[in-house]
């Protein structure tokens, strides 16, 4: 070694002492997890000075790299290692980083600055104390080169990472040589070439990073609730605007007259005193009353037409036994329901009426039903009388957000337009509603427990025209009179027996402690004894005569049914105790049925009946069978597919527009997610990106899906009856699904507009609108099926608890990387959350809206999370398919599951 080079060697050993010595200098390593520097072509057209080489492929084990143990200047970043003799490296000199370069540390090579980057040579200045400093400040020091001991000269550094290579926010940068500072009405983030446009109405002062608000968001919400707010009150003032359009506008259009009903006084209650005034009406309306005495609540006028066929049943020792437990609650009923007869179960509590009503209709789902029920003299499955079949169950199940006249509409259209004209239904559902008296309140909503409809009796006279207005053969109803005063449930009986005389049908009603006319209405009376066995069948005076005869007469100022069901009450519990009846305790019965001897007397009154029965005509049927037979039955033909599709699509926004307080609640909630994001977020890096991301697809799908419970889960009651009246259950699916599809576009609006606003990420607002477009449509499926499976109380719960596991497997912590650990059920497990893939989605927009001199920033977190930046549609096509899947799912339990229900 000569000694030039050996004098070389020391210099460099003193020197690095000497640069160690020094507090402010130092030399900076590559730590581990830090994520790789990413070499960049050199597209800015720098030429990288002599001696330095241009790093291609760097890696941290690169053979370029000095060893650390030399302690060299050139580990330092922000220099490199001008090496002007190959042979040599120890040949080299310390140099500043070039122009258009960056210098990592413990490397002698120069990388180029990509697009977005600052990388000018920084200069020396003094500070006013005389303090030697850099401009611009790359967060490098200077070195002091020294000769023989003394300071020669003072080095500035240039920029040592991306990270100080990037243009600084609040500035732009058009070339990787010049800084401007970001104008006032713009704004410039980090690594900004240009600089961007504030939003409309936003305030960018000069400087400035962000836009501080953004008003479009919040001109959006104004418009949006002043038109909420003009639509609430065409619903509120609905009539009076009818009105005014038919007094004002419409005869002025069409030049033709009918008349209506003026309102008699301020409360829109019709008086005696109500004048005619000309009108315009179409009988095609839903809202068409006929004629004038219709709307008064006349009585109605003409015949009820009677049917050609007609339904006469015999059932035989029918038993019912629960499933439950096994136990029997109705054994050996055996009796007759004829035609053009109104017959009613009567009996005591726990007697089976309701039971037997059941097991004759077929809607004993709860219990195995033995022994054999003939219809017009054969043994035939009562499904297969569906279509003209009736069902009034005793609680009041039907859209309480409707009219009465539109609960009466829409049953007859989806139950008879398959066989009659649209005509012909319109005026079935005004002679139903004369029929019942309940003309005057027709166009009155039903009501609720929260919001006040029409009265308890009211509805439940609804209710029974639900089944009328489907013009039935056979009808069964479950305590048509319960709640109902004794004028209403006159009237009802009235009712009822009119259509069995009238339109010859069979009507079967299960009464409970009728008045004296009440129970004289009906044609026939079955009453039963605790333990489901028939104690009589007959008309109200056969049952006078026979309980007569059996030494139990009926005592003046007593109500007879009142009397029977007492008579059968006591003479059970004693005959049950081996007691005889305390009128007939020694006495002795004809042939005609009564008691022959006293042991006569301890038989409960069921057995006794049946004894009568086969002492007087061996078991056989005193009347002859309907004329009919089950071979000239026709089912009837039920609407096609795409009518009851329109129907049910029709009914469901109508309701949403009954429901549009609530509907304006659900997106009051969703912008106030949004606003509270946004502010909470405002400005947010790519590091908290997945996060924010994160907490979005909580706040969406939690909202969205509360919002879809109400879908089906509220109305399971009202499906159930219509699915056993026979609707078509696909097209009601269909057509709720397709009335929220204006909610799930209109959602996503409503969350961005302020959280977009507030935020300002760099991807744009379509990416953002398509990507919580999905999100909505697969929560919406998910909320579906929770609400068909579980019941209102649980499935919030489960909503909840879903939402948040989704969320926790979204991604954004724990990562992906750290899922696939577990090696096939990670994976499994984070594919199945939709949050997942939605922050998967936008995060990848995010990233790649980002400068080119941040990509190691990007390659960083993108690595860490696990996330891919090249599958946003296969991101958006995961969401999707999600919600075909989850609605289908849906479907098939909205159909397989409580198929009892909907027998």
């Known amino acids: 070694m000569s000694r030039i080079q050996l004098c070389r060697v020391l210099l460099l050993v003193v020197g690095a002492v000497v640069y160690s010595s020094v507090p402010s200098v130092g030399y900076t390593c590559i730590l581990e997890g830090e994520a790789p520097i990413i070499p960049f072509p ?106 023989n001991g003394t300071v020669s000269s003072i080095l500035c550094g240039g920029p040592a990472s991306l990270k100080t290579a990037q243009c600084y926010a609040g500035f732009f940068c058009p070339s990787i040589n010049e800084s401007n500072k970001c104008t006032k009405g713009h704004f410039c983030r980090a690594g900004r070439q240009q600089p961007q446009p504030c939003p409309l109405l936003s305030t960018c002062k000069a400087g400035t990073t962000a836009p501080v608000l953004n008003g479009i968001g919040l001109i959006f919400d104004l418009v949006l609730i002043l038109l909420v707010l003009v639509f609430w009150l065409c619903l509120k003032y609905k009539h009076e605007l009818k009105k005014a359009y038919h007094k004002h506008v419409r005869p002025r259009i069409f030049k033709t007259q009918s008349y209506e009903l003026l309102q008699a006084d301020d409360e829109g209650e019709q008086g005696v005193g109500a004048e005619l005034r000309p009108v315009t009406r179409e009988p095609s309306d839903p809202g068409y009353g006929g004629t004038v005495e219709a709307a008064r609540g006349a009585p109605a006028v003409g015949s009820i037409r009677p049917k050609g066929f007609t339904v006469d049943i015999r059932f035989r020792d029918l038993s019912l036994t629960l499933k439950s437990n096994k136990k029997k609650v109705l054994q050996g009923a055996t009796g007759e329901l004829r035609p053009s007869t109104l017959t009613a179960i009567m009996g005591g509590s726990g007697a089976g009426k309701t039971t037997l009503l059941n097991a004759l209709s077929g809607k004993a789902y709860y219990g195995t039903v033995d022994g054999l029920v003939e219809i017009n003299g054969a043994p035939v499955d009562i499904s297969r009388y569906r279509s003209i079949m009736g069902f009034v169950p005793q609680e009041d199940i039907m859209h309480r957000d409707l009219t009465a006249r539109e609960v009466l509409y829409y049953q007859g259209m989806l139950r008879l337009s398959g066989c009659a004209s649209f005509a ?69 009986c009235e009712a009822l027996r009119r259509v069995a005389e009238d339109g010859h049908l069979t009507v079967v009603a299960v009464l409970h402690q009728p008045r004296y006319e009440i129970f004289q209405m009906f044609h026939e009376v079955i009453l039963l004894q605790p333990g489901g066995t028939i104690a009589f069948q007959g008309s109200t005076h056969e049952a006078k005569d026979y309980f007569t005869d059996m030494g139990y007469p009926v005592s003046e100022n007593v109500n007879p049914s009142d009397h029977y069901l007492d008579v059968i009450d006591d003479h059970n519990k004693k005959s049950a105790a081996g007691e005889s009846s305390r009128l007939q305790s020694d006495s002795s019965v004809s042939t005609d049925g009564s008691y022959s001897n006293p042991r006569e007397a301890r038989k409960s009154l069921g057995d006794m009946w049946t004894t009568r029965q086969q002492s007087t005509d061996g078991g056989k049927p005193k009347r002859t069978l309907s004329e009919t037979s089950t071979q000239n039955f026709t089912p009837r033909k039920p609407a096609s597919f795409l009518v009851q599709l329109l129907f049910f699509l029709r009914r469901a926004f109508v309701l949403q527009l009954r429901q549009f307080g609530v509907l ?8 106030i997610a949004g606003a509270v994001l946004g502010a909470l977020y405002s400005e947010v890096r790519l590091q908290k990106v997945a996060l924010l991301l994160c907490m979005t697809s909580m706040a969406v799908a939690l909202t969205s899906m509360l919002a879809a419970l109400r879908c089906f889960g509220n109305n399971k009651p009202v499906f159930w009856r219509e699915s056993s009246a026979g609707i078509n259950r696909p097209a009601y699916f269909m057509a709720v699904n397709i009335s929220q599809i204006p909610i799930i576009l209109f959602t996503p609006l409503v969350f961005l507009s302020l959280f977009y606003a507030l935020v300002s990420p760099r991807a744009f607002f379509r990416d953002y609108y398509a990507a919580v477009l999905m999100l909505v449509w697969a929560a919406h499926g998910l909320g579906y099926t929770i609400s068909i499976i579980f019941n209102h109380r649980s499935s919030q719960m489960a909503t909840v608890v879903l939402v948040l596991i989704s969320a926790m497997l979204s991604g954004a912590q724990p990562s992906l990387c750290k899922m696939r650990k577990y090696k096939v059920i990670g994976p499994i497990i984070y594919s199945l959350s939709f949050a997942r893939w939605f922050v998967e989605a936008l995060f990848e927009k995010e990233a790649n809206r980002y400068p080119g001199v941040l990509v190691d920033e990007v390659a960083l977190y993108s690595s860490l999370q696990g996330y891919s930046l090249d599958k946003f549609s296969l991101c958006l096509g995961i969401l999707f398919l999600f919600g075909l899947i989850t609605r289908a799912i849906a479907l098939v339990c909205l159909m397989f599951t409580h198929r009892g229900q909907q027998k």
């Open 424 to 492: 012909d239904i319109n005026m079935k559902v005004d002679e139903v509603l004369r029929l019942l008296g309940i003309s005057h309140i027709g166009d009155s909503e039903i009501g609720d427990e929260e919001k006040r409809g029409i009265s308890g009796g009211q509805r439940k006279r609804v209710n029974i025209g639900m089944e009328l207005v489907a013009d039935p053969t056979l009808l069964f109803l479950d305590e048509p009179t319960s709640g109902l005063d004794s004028v209403s449930s006159m009237q009802v």
């Open 664 to 671: 304006i609640l659900d997106q009051l909630l969703v912008l």
């Open 42 to 147: 050199n597209t800015t057209g720098s030429v990288p000075p002599l001696g330095a080489s241009v790093c291609t492929d760097w890696k941290p084990d690169n053979v370029s790299c000095l060893p650390l143990v030399w302690s060299t200047p050139a580990c330092q970043g922000g220099f490199y290692l001008n090496i002007r003799d190959p042979r040599s490296p120890l040949s080299g000199e310390v140099q500043s980083c070039p122009p258009g370069f960056y210098c990592p540390s413990n490397k002698i090579c120069v990388i180029p600055c990509p697009d977005g980057a600052y990388c000018v040579k920084s200069n020396l200045t003094y500070s006013a104390s005389g303090k030697p400093q850099c401009k611009p400040d790359y967060e490098t020091l200077q070195v002091q080169k020294y000769t």
